[in-house]
């Protein structure tokens, strides 16, 4: 299959996250991040990974995998009332490439077949923000810094599957 650009769709998988994949993912974060924090005059070399470092939880997180090798990861932390997905970094040779939708789309099956709202935040600016448009978040809120969006479960895929975050 071919993406609108005319490449070829990367071939992927996920896997669960462990404690020794932080610091490709806090170097990936920094990497992806920076024209969008150095827009808004927020990056800071340290802080950019060291949030990451800090928000990290292998147990929610998933490691995205191109050819064998790390291409990104994404995470479905658990909080009182939905889903929070954070740390979506994808490297940017495979971004453009379809790989963050199927990837995404993939993510979101499962969050609707158990029902769950997801929430996250994105970069006031961020190309991102397009994407996760495509796949049904509205914006909920926003500040200076950040867009706060929302996503409700498609109805109709309620109890279609099973899904592991982990």
Do not use: K
């Amino acid at each position: 299959m071919r993406t609108s650009e005319g490449h070829p769709e990367p071939e992927w998988d996920i896997r669960p996250a462990r404690p020794a994949d932080v610091e490709a993912m806090a170097e990936l974060r920094a990497v992806v991040m920076r024209p969008d924090l150095e827009r808004l005059g927020r990056y800071d070399e340290h802080r950019v990974r060291q949030r990451l470092r800090d928000g990290f939880s292998p147990r929610h997180t998933s490691i995205i995998e191109s050819a064998g090798t790390f291409a990104g990861s994404i995470a479905l932390r658990p909080s009182e009332d939905c889903l929070w997905l954070e740390h979506f970094y994808l490297t940017p040779a495979l971004q453009g490439r379809g790989l963050g939708s199927a990837v995404l789309g993939t993510m979101l099956h499962g969050t609707d077949t158990s029902g769950d709202l997801v929430r996250l935040n994105v970069l006031r600016g961020s190309p991102a923000r397009r994407l996760y448009e495509r796949q049904g978040f509205t914006v909920e809120t926003q500040d200076a810094v950040d867009v706060f969006m929302l996503r409700r479960p498609r109805a109709g895929r309620r109890g279609e599957g099973t899904m592991s975050y982990t």
